[in-house]
């Protein structure tokens, strides 16, 4: 049965960092690309980043961009995403995601497509 168990959130003040991790059982993840999504209290869903399954392709939303770091290690079954200089409007619960289709590399807009397996999220909170 595939899985993907995210960890890594908590409270950090603003300017801090964490580390997310997704991790995936009951699938081979070298064949998925893997999306890292948020969402916030009484907000739409939003993509944050993606990476191809062989990492050679990653996208980022602009919000993100130049502070966030998606990056895997197939051997391990584990994607992460590196959060810098985080700021209040990250606040968020993030949810990993996995799909065989390559949207991180084919489709126009792959921070918007629907991926097929989730994870159950993990609450990163940014606040003084």
């Known amino acids: 049965q595939l899985q993907l168990v995210e960890s890594g959130g908590g409270l950090v003040q603003p300017g801090g960092s964490l580390r997310l991790s997704c991790e995936a059982s009951g699938f081979t993840l070298d064949y998925y690309d893997i999306g890292w999504f948020r969402q916030a209290p009484g907000k739409e869903r939003e993509g944050v980043s993606c990476?191809?399954?062989?990492?050679?392709?990653?996208n980022y939303a602009d919000s993100v961009k130049g502070r966030f770091t998606i990056s895997r290690d197939n051997a391990k079954k584990t994607v992460y995403l590196q959060m810098n200089s985080l700021k209040a409007e990250d606040t968020g619960v993030y949810y990993c995601?996995?799909?065989?289709?390559?949207?991180?590399?084919?489709?126009?807009?792959?921070?918007?497509?629907?991926?097929?397996?989730w994870g159950q999220g993990t609450q990163v909170t940014v606040s003084s």
């Open positions: 995601a996995a799909d065989l289709f390559p949207a991180c590399t084919v489709v126009p807009d792959p921070l918007s497509y629907e991926y097929n397996n």
């Open positions: 990476i191809s399954s062989s990492g050679g392709n990653t």
